[in-house]
């Protein structure tokens, strides 16, 4: 494979100081101790990763089940997140794997859709995807290879407007089912995080094109999500969604931390895009404030709808670090949040270092933070969390997600949007075209201090199917 060399060389690097690291402390203490804790972790969770060797499937983690733990929409979380490791620490030895991975899984119509996983696929695996293009997109991820003649941002276009194919308003006045097929168990579930990847992708697609279509498919998703009252509008709390059978008028109040996570991040996105709307002021408050009380008691990040009962799934063992890392990005985009988020952001990384002290290396992540339990350690779930945990803690060193006109390396395909509600007015300009030189636009930099199955209802919608 193309991407052995460089993953190779990383991996040799780092073994180099293994020992030493295992016999040591992880520390958090300084940016310089930061980076070396956050490349021991990236190395923990990559030696976990097989796709780049012979004989593998670029792009996932071992499995699907049985054959192994991991569904493929945990290795988009993954990539997503490396993504962001790369623009905070520079260290690039992962990259070409991240562009092998993100290739080989797009898919023939370069819509994240893989034939063989199209068939077991749901709007949130197709959307964790997705979001690592976008994530690439704004953090100036090297472009797609020449020869694809693809942009990060095209093949994000492409998966939003197959999003506003599927908006069903024969069911509930509207929304996502969380399975694609039909015939799939789960396919009569409308779920918070289908839809609030739709509400996030939109958010960012507006601020990063400036296309007010991308901010009207957002708004009308947060108001449907508050409609059926997935998002409550007396506490600001994400509910894990319905079936349509009943209008979704039953709602499943089980909360997980990535359905409020990925509501944070697309709120703090059109609080940028809108220049400060008090509106989404206020959502993104609530939405932080309910999240805080709901999965940070003691200030340490904790899934309270499984941990407890120590039933979480492996790929539950992902949220805390896609919180953490979601949290910390709707701190560049809405600087008022700082100064809730990033004091719990810190104390909960502090604590997630502290339990890697696991597995025959005396370093292996464990999944529980906090005083309830222990554990297993050194699964990827579990690396991946504490990773995004101490790297985020880096958000202050770095502006915010680039723009197509403030740094993004990626442009628009030029299609977006068109799904039934009429074609885009390219001349309609956005929050993010004003914002490069405004306050919005100037928030990143400003900033001071500091997956086949559901990834915020696998457990649930399971359950209550």
């Not at 749901?122 to 991820?141: H, L, S, Y």
Request: charged letters at 15%.
């Amino acid at each position: 494979m193309r991407c052995t060399l460089s993953f190779g060389v990383a991996l040799a690097a780092l073994a180099v100081v293994e020992t030493a690291v295992a016999k040591s402390s992880f520390s958090i203490d300084s940016s310089a101790d930061i980076k070396t804790t956050a490349a021991a972790i990236a190395y923990d969770l990559m030696s976990l990763y097989k796709g780049n060797q012979s004989g593998q499937v670029p792009g996932i983690l071992p499995g699907p089940p049985p054959q192994g733990l991991y569904y493929w929409g945990s290795a988009g979380t993954m990539w997503q997140f490396l993504i962001d490791y790369w623009y905070y620490t520079g260290d690039s030895s992962y990259n070409d794997v991240i562009m092998q991975a993100l290739m080989w899984q797009r898919g023939d119509k370069d819509n994240f859709m893989p034939a063989n996983f199209t068939n077991t696929m749901g709007n949130d695996d197709q959307g964790v995807w997705a979001t690592a293009a976008m994530a690439a997109a704004e953090r100036g991820f090297p472009n797609p290879p020449a020869d694809t003649k693809l942009s990060w941002v095209s093949m994000v276009e492409t998966v939003f407007n197959e999003y506003v194919e599927r908006w069903d308003t024969k069911t509930c006045d509207g929304g996502l089912r969380w399975q694609i097929i039909p015939f799939n168990n789960g396919y009569n579930y409308k779920n918070s995080v289908s839809n609030g990847f739709l509400f996030s992708l939109s958010a960012r697609l507006a601020r990063y094109t400036g296309n007010k279509t991308y901010a009207d498919w957002a708004e009308k998703t947060w108001n449907w999500a508050e409609q059926v009252a997935f998002i409550d509008n007396s506490t600001s709390a994400v509910y894990d969604g319905a079936h349509v059978e009943t209008s979704c008028e039953k709602v499943n109040k089980v909360q997980f931390s990535m359905n409020n996570a990925i509501f944070v991040l697309g709120a703090s996105y059109m609080y940028n895009y809108t220049n400060g709307d008090s509106k989404w002021r206020t959502r993104t408050s609530g939405l932080i404030d309910n999240g805080v009380k709901a999965f940070f008691p003691k200030g340490i990040a904790f899934e309270a709808s499984c941990e407890k009962q120590n039933r979480c799934n492996p790929d539950m063992t992902f949220y805390k670090g896609v919180t953490h890392q979601w949290w910390s990005v709707a701190t560049t985009l809405a600087p008022f949040t700082s100064e809730k988020v990033l004091p719990v952001l810190k104390t909960s990384a502090a604590a997630a270092v502290k339990s890697c002290n696991g597995g025959s290396s005396g370093r292996l992540c464990e999944f529980s933070w906090s005083d309830e339990k222990g554990g297993k350690s050194g699964g990827a779930g579990e690396e991946f969390s504490a990773l995004a945990a101490v790297t985020g803690l880096l958000v202050g060193e770095k502006g915010g997600p680039f723009t197509a006109k403030s740094g993004g390396g990626s442009g628009s395909g030029g299609a977006g949007g068109n799904g039934g509600d009429g074609k885009i007015d390219n001349s309609t300009s956005g929050g993010s075209d004003k914002g490069k030189d405004s306050a919005a636009g100037k928030v990143g930099a400003g900033v001071v201090g500091l997956m086949v199955v559901s990834v915020g209802t696998m457990l649930v919608s399971v359950l209550a199917l």
